[in-house]
Structure formats: structure tokens, C-alpha cells
């Protein structure tokens, strides 16, 4: 296939970036026709590819596509739905959402490492501007971490990719790069150590491209990861690196989901879930097994639709109140009924109830780290049990929080669910929510099966099996919803007594957060949530103490390189001018000497060998 | 093929008709002049479907057979300096129908304007070594004219010796020719080298050494080049730019290209005798442009600094040299013609060269200031411009060969021309001036400058990708072909 057809979704998205510069003039109705008529062609040109013969690909061509059809997707969705949130935006939002969007194309299509690289760090820049689109206080220092620790992440990546040429020449070698390629992509997806520009990322871009960042922009880490790690590295070169990979991803699911239980701030928790659910990828794709593979890649699909899902949700909250803090919500459910519905779809997902789509590859992770069958791997998949639980018991906090409970939430601006600038995006996501939980084995045979290959020891009847129970949750969940309508209407108000005593409805009311917060003092977690309050965990808190040393280092050799080399080289090469100066004497018989001189010069190289 | 001749025909001609008409209109002078000189570029591009078509056009000067009579050839080589060539003098001759202005005769510049083109010309598309020489001498006495053209007492003094230099030069080409028939009987370049294929070395060295100081002395490297700055500083600006740009270029490095890789090839020493003569004539040149006072004779050394390169990866050779000094000779002719023609602008508005009188330029002319900065860019070697790709080219062809040290110099060599420009830029663009009024300055002098800044600014990205299978076939040229082949046809 050549690779003209593959690059043309990056080209025209790059088309209708420029496009939007050129006509910054034009009203903001017909802009947003154009981009979302640009997004749906970029989507369109994705998908094209499909129509071709698919065998003439191969396997990670077709892991591209995959990729490539997932990011323009859910760039489709966002693009509609920043439309409506944010509807007075200029030119170069738009123009910034499709440079940012075809660059993550372009590292998903990309061929060759280097433009893998150069489009890479596209994507940083173009993503690093959105960081500072609102231009708060709390931006801007969000963005120095971002691009510190990205672009330190961009070089670990290039170092790897230049070294990939010399991996099998010496073990340690082989080891180093690994090693700059694990930071690369890692900072990108955010994993254990390397996480900390993601949290405060995420609560300052627009909310779409929060939902864009965690859907997408951490999965071309992972992208990245499985190209060398499957392709160059390939899996089991070493049980260091594959333990110490399982180790990692154990303790980013399980410190991302412990700290997603203390937030407060809806996004803030949100970021710290996707660390969470990184980890899960991460753990099943250390364990380099083909049913690994599918578990992490499948996890990977239902993560980035229920992530965005779920940022795109929480942003009618923030739109609606004005405000990311979970005190300030409460009883939306009658306001919001589609939003309600659509969000506790991706909380069930995401917290890995049958019959969605979280369950389906969570029941595949564990499957695959049964399978592998160590005990660092059997370690894994308890702790991953573990971190489904408790990630269901953070979400069971946030939909009690906004959309149910006692109502206390102020309304700032009114807004309507009926706009199908966010029916499309919210019903969509949902719907493929349910997809992927009820027809697993159709879209494993489907989708995974040409990128992976068959594969033999999964057990896919099981999880076929639980599905089809399911199908009765679903019925119950619409029960649950249909009730929950006619229920928040009319709240039921009962009076507390203590001692005989009416106590007011301020000191009786309590909500998830406040409850939440006894987790400090439990024994246990209590010793983790104290190392994290010191920044023992933030690795570029830890680092900013090195940042300090190696400026005044830098003073100093810059101090010796204006007085000992810039000053002492000036006055050489003036000298060398003098010099060259008396050659050039206006004097005409000198001149005639010197082209005698040359000719001579000539001559007796040209006869130097006789 | 009729089409060969034809860029030579219509100048001359032009030179003829503007003779008889400049004293009558001067502006029709001009304006015959540009549209001969657009006829002859249509007539390139038209011949350029031919050339790649069929490898070489060779045309017999009235059906006469070698070696009586004059013979004609363009091969992909020769076409890709004679697309350059008229390419761009329709650009210069734009320029200077504002810019002669200036001067009581601009008429007559349009007379030897032409004839000089003519005789570029004719260099490129002669088989001959007498007609070279003719064309050659056509060229040069135009280019003495030219330089004197001013009248200026500095102007006659830089001529004389550009003269009396050019003229030794000259010689020794003749000398050259004159042996050469004196060994062989013939002086068709293909006749000679199929006949001195048979011949032995020691017969032929001091030819190739003639030839190679005389054609230095034209191209201007090292210890032949003392003519240039005094003659380039002095020209009027387009003339400069046409100097610098194209006329070292097409009566010096192309039969130096020729002489080196299709006529002597048996002599490699012939070789490490560029690349000395390249290494000192960049070093030289940069260094003596550091600190030049006047603003035309710092370009001028800074020609001398960039022919170097192109001699230098002549003299390395293999495919990435022969590319490299194809590719440097093509971009520093579109970056030192558009600093020729800028500097020619700013002459004109404040009728000053030197570098004290000029300030706060950001302000006063902005279009100009654009232009000269994307020229000097490019020469510094500063990625999306043209040389930059052309100088990698050349520091790649260096670490081919493991030539490391060269390519170190390379390098400190473009830093240094980096650094003077900026020393440039920094005091006549951007420093600080009281009086910051946006200065009118004529489309005329403007359209030329932006259209070569276009093509600088495209050239890397966009046409080298493109016109490379062109190149491809002049390199393959300049390492397969010799002129005997022809004869065993």
C-alpha cells in the first residue's frame, strides 16, 4: 500500500488547521461547520482504508489502523462537542485541535522512527498550547511541568530510537535503550514514577481536550511501547525488565486509584483514574503474551471510549456549575437525565461490572496474568482485582455526589441536554460502551483477531456467557434510571433526631468527599497517602532540588566559555584577519605574483607523482 | 535542434536592435532588453523536454563534421546551469530598469548586458575549446565594461586590474587551446579526448594545469581571486549580481566541472589540487569578510568563501560531492544575486554602501529587510533555506570519504559567515534610528527580490525533492561520461 493513501488523514488534518488560519474572518457558525466537517473527513479517510484489501497489510500496519480510526474518532466526538462547550472560541482553538490531532495520527501512521519522533514532538507542542488556552495562574505552572517532563521524555525517546541501529551489539546496550525508550513512552502514558505533570495537565486544558488527552494523547504512549517492545525488543529478552514492568504497573494502578479516592475535584479524580487504568494496560502488556496483548489493546479501546465519556460528562457539570469541586453538585439527575445516564454507563465500565466493556477486559487481563502464572503476575492480578473495587467505590462517591443526594448544587448557567452537538458524542460513546461489553467474541474475531492473530487459549465462552446475563443488568440499570426520573423529582425528607433533639439539615447532611476523607486515617493506606503529601512520589518535585544545582553549574561554564573561549577566539581570528589582510594590498605587480605563485603551485602537484 | 542555439542568438540580437535604437528611447532599451531575455528563458524551458528526453542534443554548426566544424551540445549538466542561467538574468534585467536609472547612459548597459549573456551563453553550449575560449573573451570584455561602468575613478582603477588579471588568465587558457592543437590537430573537446585517451600522461599535464589556473582565475579561488573583491564592491549592484551570482559560476566552475570529470579524467591529482585551492579560498574569504567596512565588498568575499565550497566538493567528488556542488552552485547563485540586488535597493534609496551610514533599516524599508535577511540565512546555512541543504550535502560527501577534518571546516567556515551576517544584520537592520518613516521603494526593485527569496525559501522542501532526478542525471553525467564516448558512436 503506498504510503501516500496510509498519510492522507495527517495531511488533511494539517489542510483544515492551515485552512482555519486563512479564514480566521469567517463567523463562528460556519467555522464550526468546517471543523467538524473537517474532523468527520479525517474520520472518513481513516476508515477508507478498511475498504482496501486488508491482507496486503501487516500485522502493526494494521495496529496503525486501529489506532488511527480510535484517535480520529474520538477527535470526531470532541470536535461536536466543544462546538457546544465552548461556543464563542476563536480560530485558533480549531486550528490547534486538528494540528494536535493529526500529529497523534501521524505517530500512529508514521513508518519510520524518526518521523514517529518529529511527529511526536508535534505533539507535545501543539498539546502544550492548549495547556495554556486558559491562561491562569494555575496554567501556567501546569504547563512548565508538562513540557519539563515531556520534553525530557521526547529525548529518552529519541535517544532510544538513534540507538536502535546498535541494540545488538552489547546486552547493556541493549539494556540503556530500553530502558530511554520505557521513559519516553511512559512519561507520555503516565506511569508510576512518571506521572505527575498528568493530574494538574488535565484540570487545566479545556474539558474536550482533557477528554482527548487521557482518551488518546496517553495511548500513543502506549502505542509507541508495544512498537518497540514487540517489534525490536521483543517480549521475554529479559525477566528483569518484565518483572520490574509488572512491579511498575501494579503500583501505578494501585497508587493512582488511592489517590483518586481522596479528590474532591471532578477532573482531578478523573486524571487520577486514567493513571489507574494505565496501569492495567501497562500490567497486561508486560506480561508479552498474545492474550496480554489483546487484554491491554482491548482495555485500551474501552479506556479511551469510557474515559472521554466520562471527561466529556463531567464538563456539562463544569459547565453547568461553573465549578470542578464535588461539594458544589448535587441532584443534577433531574436536570441532566441524559448525562446521568450516559455518565453512570462509564462509571459501571470503568469500574469493570458486567456487562461492559471494563468487564470484558479486565476478566482478559486477569486471564492473562493467571496464565502467565508467576507469582509477581498472580500478584498482579489481585491487585488489579483490588483496584476494580475501589475503583467503583470512587465513582459510587462521584454519582452520589453530582447527580444524586440532596440537592445543593448552584445552577450558573443554563444549559440544555437536547443539543445534538452533545447527544451525538455523550449517545455514541455510551452506546459503544454496551457494544463492546455484550459482543465480546464479535469483537475480538473482528478487530483484535487480524492484528493479534487467533488465539488459542483464550476463554471466550465465559465471558460470552456473563455477558448474556448481562443483558438482564442492562434491564435493571434502565429500571434503576426511569425510576431515578420520577424519583429526584419529589425528594422524601425525613427528620434526624439525636436525644430527642431535631438537628439541623446542615449538621445531618453529609457528602462522598467528607465521607471519603476517613480513608486518611485508616491503617494501612494511611502510611501512603502521608508519603504522598511529602511529594515522595512526584519525580519532578524530587528532581526541581537537582534543577537548582545544575543552573548555577551551567553559570559557571558559561562564565568560562564568554571569557576563555568566545573573548580568547575573537581575538584569534581577528589576528588571523590582519594577517590575511596583507595579501590583499591594492597593489597590482603582488597580485600578478601571486596568480604566478598558483600557477606554479599547480604545476608541481600535478607532476608530485613522476 | 535549433532550440540550442537560440538563447545566443536572441541576445545577440538584442544587443544589436538595442544598439540601434538606445539613443533614441532608453526606455525601450530596457524593455527590449527584459522581453529578449524572457524569449530566451521560454526557449530553455522548451528545450529542456528535449535534453531529458534524449540524454545530449549535439548540433552540427552547418552540417560540418567534427573536427571541421563547430559543434553544439547540452547534456542534463550543461542544462541545469543554462536553466539557471536564463532563469534568472530576466530577474536582473527587471531590477536594473530602475536601478540604471541612476546612471547618464543606462541605454548602453542594456548593450553590453546582452552581449555578456550572450557570451554565458555560448559557453555553455559549445563542444569546442575555441569556442569556449571566444565566448569566454565575448563574456569577459563585457564584464570589464561593465564594472567601469560608473566612471568613477575607484571604478576604472578596480576595472584596469580586473582586466590586466582577467586577461593573464586568458592566456593561459589560450596557451592551453594552442597546445592542444598543436598535440592533437583537432579542437573539438570530443575528438581531443578520444584522442588522448592513446596519449600519455606526461603530455598532457601541463595542459591541465593551464587550464585549471586560468579557469580558477575566472571562478576566482584562492591565490587568483584578487581581482574580484575590488570588481564586485565597485559594479553597480545588478551588474554585482550577476557577477557574483552567475558569471564566476558560468565561465569559471563549469568548465572547471567539465575539465576535471569528463576531459582529463585520468588525472586524480587533479583533485586534491580543488580541494586546496577550495579549502583556502573559503577560509580566505571568510576571514577577510569579518571586518569589512563596506557592505558590497563583504559579500564579495564572502562569493569567494562560497565558491571555495562548491571547488571543494568538486575536488571530493563521488556522488554526494558532485551533487553538493551541483545543488550549492544552484542555491548560492538565488542567495548572493537576491544580497546583490537587496544591497542594489538600499544603494538606491540613500546612495550609500558602507556600513556607519546605514541604520534603523527594520523600519524605513521592511520588504527589503525580509528579503536580505531570508538571502542571508540561506548563505549562513540555516535550515529551511536553500544552502543549508546544499552545505550538508557537501559536509556529508566529506564524512563519506572520511574526509572529517574538511568537514569540520565546512562547518566552522558557515559559523563564521553566520557570524559576520549577523554582525551585518545587527547594524544595519535592527539597530536604532531616530527617524523610522516607512520609505516607498519601486515594485520594480521589489518584485525580483521577492520572487528569489520565494524561490530560496521553497528550494529545500520543496524543489529539491522534485527536480532531484534531474539532478540525479547531471551527476550521473559528471561520473560516468567522457566526451570519447561520443566518438566511438
Given at each position: 500500500m503506498s504510503i501516500k493513501i496510509l498519510f492522507f488523514p495527517v495531511f488533511l488534518s494539517f489542510l483544515f488547521s492551515f485552512l482555519n488560519i486563512l479564514?480566521?474572518?469567517?463567523?463562528?457558525?460556519?467555522?464550526?461547520?468546517?471543523?467538524?466537517?473537517?474532523?468527520?473527513?479525517?474520520?472518513?479517510?481513516?476508515?477508507?482504508?478498511?475498504?482496501?484489501?486488508?491482507?496486503?497489510?501487516t500485522q502493526w500496519e494494521k495496529l496503525s489502523q486501529f489506532f488511527a480510526i480510535l484517535i480520529s474518532t474520538i477527535s470526531f466526538l470532541c470536535m461536536i462537542y466543544s462546538q457546544w462547550y465552548i461556543p464563542f472560541v476563536n480560530f485558533i482553538y480549531d486550528s490547534l485541535f486538528f494540528l494536535f490531532s493529526g500529529a497523534m495520527l501521524g505517530v500512529v501512521l508514521s513508518n519510520s522512527l524518526i518521523s514517529l519522533y518529529i511527529f511526536w514532538e508535534l505533539m507535545t507542542i501543539s498539546s502544550f498550547f492548549f495547556i495554556l488556552y486558559e491562561n491562569t495562574e494555575e496554567a501556567k505552572n501546569a504547563s512548565i511541568k508538562y513540557i519539563i517532563m515531556t520534553g525530557t521524555g521526547s529525548i529518552f525517546l529519541l535517544f532510544g530510537i538513534l540507538g536502535t541501529n546498535f541494540i545488538e551489539k552489547n546486552i547493556l546496550w541493549k539494556h540503556l535503550f530500553f530502558f530511554s525508550i520505557f521513559i519516553g513512552a511512559g512519561v507520555k502514558s503516565g506511569i508510576f514514577p512518571l506521572y505527575s505533570w498528568l493530574p494538574d495537565t488535565y484540570l487545566s486544558v479545556p474539558t474536550p481536550i482533557s477528554a482527548m488527552f487521557s482518551g488518546i494523547m496517553s495511548k500513543t504512549g502506549i502505542y509507541a511501547f508495544i512498537k518497540f517492545y514487540f517489534t525490536i525488543f521483543y517480549p521475554e529478552w529479559s525477566t528483569f525488565w518484565?518483572?520490574?514492568?509488572?512491579?511498575?504497573?501494579?503500583?501505578?494502578?494501585?497508587?493512582?486509584?488511592?489517590?483518586?479516592?481522596?479528590?474532591?475535584?471532578?477532573?482531578?479524580l478523573l486524571a487520577y483514574h486514567s493513571v489507574s487504568q494505565i496501569g492495567y494496560i501497562f500490567l497486561s502488556i508486560a506480561t508479552g503474551t498474545s492474550i496480554g496483548l489483546l487484554g491491554g489493546l482491548y482495555h485500551l479501546l474501552n479506556h479511551s471510549i469510557f474515559k472521554s465519556l466520562l471527561f466529556l460528562g463531567a464538563g456539562v457539570l463544569i459547565k453547568m456549575t461553573h465549578s470542578r469541586e464535588l461539594e458544589d453538585y448535587g441532584n443534577f439527575s433531574s436536570i441532566l437525565p441524559f448525562t446521568f445516564l450516559t455518565f453512570s454507563i462509564a462509571s459501571f465500565s470503568i469500574s469493570g461490572l458486567p456487562p461492559f466493556n471494563g468487564f470484558v477486559s479486565k476478566w482478559i487481563i486477569c486471564q492473562a496474568l493467571l496464565e502467565k502464572g508467576t507469582t509477581?503476575?498472580?500478584?498482579?492480578?489481585?491487585?488489579?482485582?483490588?483496584?476494580?473495587?475501589?475503583?467503583?467505590?470512587?465513582?459510587?462517591?462521584?454519582?452520589?455526589?453530582?447527580?444524586?443526594?440532596?440537592?445543593?448544587?448552584?445552577?450558573?448557567?443554563?444549559?440544555?441536554?437536547?443539543?445534538?452537538?452533545?447527544?451525538?458524542p455523550l449517545g455514541f460513546l455510551a452506546l459503544n460502551c454496551l457494544i463492546l461489553g455484550i459482543f465480546p467474541s464479535l469483537v475480538i474475531n473482528k478487530i483484535f483477531n487480524p492484528i493479534l492473530g487467533t488465539i488459542s487459549t483464550l476463554n471466550i465462552k465465559l465471558i460470552n456467557l456473563i455477558s448474556f446475563w448481562g443483558y438482564l443488568f442492562i434491564l435493571i440499570i434502565f429500571l434503576i434510571y426511569f425510576y431515578s426520573l420520577r424519583l429526584t423529582k419529589k425528594i422524601k425528607e425525613k427528620r434526624v433526631f439525636i436525644g430527642g433533639e431535631v438537628i439541623s439539615r446542615e449538621l445531618s447532611d453529609f457528602d462522598g468527599s467528607h465521607f471519603y476523607k476517613t480513608l486518611y486515617e485508616t491503617e494501612g493506606i494511611k502510611e501512603f497517602y502521608e508519603i504522598e503529601k511529602k511529594g515522595l512520589l512526584d519525580s519532578y518535585k524530587i528532581s526541581e532540588k537537582f534543577f537548582n544545582l545544575s543552573s548555577r553549574i551551567s553559570n559557571k561554564i558559561e562564565i568560562f566559555m564568554r571569557d576563555e573561549i568566545y573573548l580568547k577566539g575573537r581575538k584569534f581570528i581577528l589576528f588571523l584577519t590582519e594577517k590575511f589582510r596583507t595579501f590583499q594590498n591594492g597593489l597590482l605587480p603582488r597580485y600578478i605574483f601571486w596568480v604566478i605563485a598558483g600557477l606554479i603551485f599547480i604545476m608541481e602537484i600535478l607532476v608530485w607523482r613522476y | 535542434m535549433n532550440l540550442i542555439i537560440s538563447p545566443v542568438i536572441l541576445y545577440l540580437l538584442s544587443a544589436f536592435l538595442i544598439a540601434l535604437i538606445w539613443k533614441e528611447n532608453e526606455k525601450l532599451a530596457g524593455f527590449a532588453s527584459l522581453s529578449f531575455s524572457i524569449l530566451s528563458m521560454i526557449s530553455v524551458i522548451l528545450l529542456g523536454r528535449f535534453v531529458f528526453l534524449n540524454e545530449r542534443i549535439i548540433y552540427f554548426v552547418g552540417g560540418w563534421e567534427v573536427p571541421i566544424g563547430i559543434t553544439l551540445m547540452v547534456d542534463s549538466l550543461s542544462y541545469i546551469f543554462l536553466f539557471t542561467l536564463n532563469s534568472m538574468l530576466p530577474l536582473i534585467c527587471w531590477f536594473s530598469i530602475t536601478y540604471m536609472k541612476k546612471y547618464t547612459n543606462p541605454g548602453l548597459f542594456y548593450i553590453v548586458f546582452s552581449l555578456i549573456s550572450a557570451g554565458m551563453n555560448g559557453i555553455l553550449i559549445s563542444m569546442d575549446f575555441f569556442n569556449i575560449y571566444v565566448f569566454l573573451e565575448i563574456a569577459s570584455i563585457a564584464s570589464y565594461i561593465l564594472v567601469a561602468f560608473g566612471l568613477r575613478t575607484e571604478e576604472i582603477e578596480a576595472s584596469l586590474k580586473y582586466t590586466i588579471l582577467g586577461f593573464i588568465g586568458s592566456t593561459l587558457i589560450i596557451i592551453g587551446i594552442g597546445l592542444i592543437l598543436g598535440k592533437t590537430g583537432t579542437l573539438n573537446i570530443a575528438d581531443f579526448t578520444y584522442i588522448a585517451e592513446n596519449l600519455r600522461k606526461h603530455q598532457l599535464w601541463f595542459i591541465l594545469g593551464l587550464f585549471i589556473a586560468g579557469f580558477s582565475l575566472k571562478t576566482a579561488l584562492f591565490p587568483f581571486h584578487f581581482w574580484l573583491p575590488d570588481a564586485h564592491s565597485l559594479a553597480p549592484s545588478p551588474v554585482s549580481a550577476l557577477l557574483s551570482g552567475l558569471f564566476i559560476k558560468v565561465t569559471g566552475l563549469y568548465p572547471l566541472f567539465r575539465i576535471i570529470t569528463n576531459i582529463f579524467v585520468m588525472f586524480p591529482e587533479s583533485k586534491i589540487i580543488l580541494i586546496g585551492l577550495g579549502l583556502a579560498s573559503m577560509i580566505f574569504g571568510s576571514f577577510m569578510a569579518i571586518d569589512q567596512i563596506d557592505i558590497k565588498r563583504m559579500y564579495a568575499y564572502s562569493s569567494i568563501s562560497q565558491i571555495g565550497y562548491c571547488a571543494l566538493s568538486l575536488g571530493i567528488g563521488g556522488y554526494w560531492g558532485y551533487l553538493g556542488a551541483i545543488l550549492h552552485f544552484i542555491f548560492h547563485s538565488l542567495s548572493k544575486?537576491?544580497?546583490?540586488?537587496?544591497?542594489g535597493a538600499i544603494e538606491y534609496k540613500y546612495n550609500t554602501t558602507k556600513i556607519e551610514e546605514l541604520k534603523g533599516l527594520e523600519d524605513k524599508l521592511p520588504y527589503v529587510v525580509t528579503t536580505g535577511s531570508i538571502g542571508m540565512l540561506s548563505i549562513s546555512g540555516i535550515p529551511p533555506f536553500g544552502c543549508f541543504w546544499s552545505k550538508i550535502v557537501i559536509i556529508i560527501s566529506a564524512i563519506k570519504k572520511h574526509y572529517y577534518g574538511i568537514a569540520f571546516i565546512c562547518v566552522i567556515i558557515s559559523t563564521i559567515t553566520l557570524g559576520y551576517f549577523l554582525r551585518l544584520k545587527r547594524n544595519i537592520f535592527y539597530s536604532k534610528d531616530d527617524e523610522s518613516k516607512t520609505v516607498e521603494i519601486s515594485y520594480n526593485l521589489l518584485m525580483p527580490m521577492v520572487i528569489l527569496s520565494i524561490f530560496i525559501l521553497l528550494s529545500g522542501l520543496v524543489f529539491t525533492p522534485n527536480i532531484k532526478i534531474y539532478l540525479d542525471k547531471a551527476v550521473y553525467i559528471m561520473e560516468n561520461f567522457t566526451y570519447a564516448k561520443i566518438m566511438e558512436k
Open positions: 479564514l480566521w474572518k469567517i463567523r463562528r457558525r460556519f467555522r464550526s461547520f468546517l471543523s467538524i466537517f473537517g474532523s468527520f473527513l479525517v474520520l472518513i479517510s481513516c476508515i477508507y482504508i478498511l475498504f482496501f484489501n486488508l491482507s496486503c497489510f518484565e518483572n520490574l514492568m509488572i512491579i511498575i504497573g501494579m503500583i501505578t494502578l494501585l497508587s493512582g486509584v488511592l489517590l483518586a479516592l481522596i479528590q474532591h475535584d471532578i477532573k482531578r509477581l503476575s498472580i500478584l498482579g492480578m489481585i491487585i488489579s482485582l483490588l483496584g476494580s473495587a475501589l475503583t467503583l467505590a470512587s465513582f459510587i462517591k462521584v454519582i452520589n455526589d453530582s447527580f444524586l443526594g440532596v440537592g445543593k448544587g448552584q445552577i450558573k448557567e443554563k444549559i440544555s441536554e437536547k443539543s445534538f452537538l452533545i447527544i451525538t | 544575486s537576491l544580497l546583490f540586488l537587496n544591497i
